[in-house]
């Protein structure tokens, strides 16, 4: 029976788990603070479309947003990535062990099949 990682929180997930927000991540990361039109110059969606999903890494605490004037920027927070990076690193490494399991049982499988 496989049981749901403690560890792992699903809904840090599901919003890195979305291509676009992933890369509004790297964009964050290389260029600093961003504001939604700014980053929508790179990306192939609308403003409103990256607006909504830097709401949806803002609920998450991936971001966290100032407000500008009339626009609002957007930062990476550092401290809730570490922790998606941590969470991912140990997932892996679960299932990496999982695997090495499910090898050795195919391995004595399969050496008892050919005797």
Request: no cysteine.
């Amino acid at each position: 029976m496989i049981t749901a990682d403690p560890t792992v929180d699903d809904e840090l997930w599901s919003a890195i788990g979305d291509p676009t927000r992933r890369r509004m991540l790297d964009l964050l990361l290389a260029q600093g603070p961003s504001t939604p039109t700014a980053l929508s110059d790179h990306l192939p969606v609308t403003r409103q479309a990256v607006a909504k999903h830097l709401t949806v890494l803002d609920r998450v605490g991936l971001v966290h947003v100032t407000p500008a004037g009339r626009e609002r920027r957007y930062e990476v927070d550092q401290a809730q990535l570490a922790r998606a990076v941590a969470q991912l690193a140990a997932v892996g490494s679960t299932w990496d062990a999982r695997l090495q399991r499910i090898k050795r049982i195919a391995e004595a499988i399969s050496r008892t099949q050919q005797h």
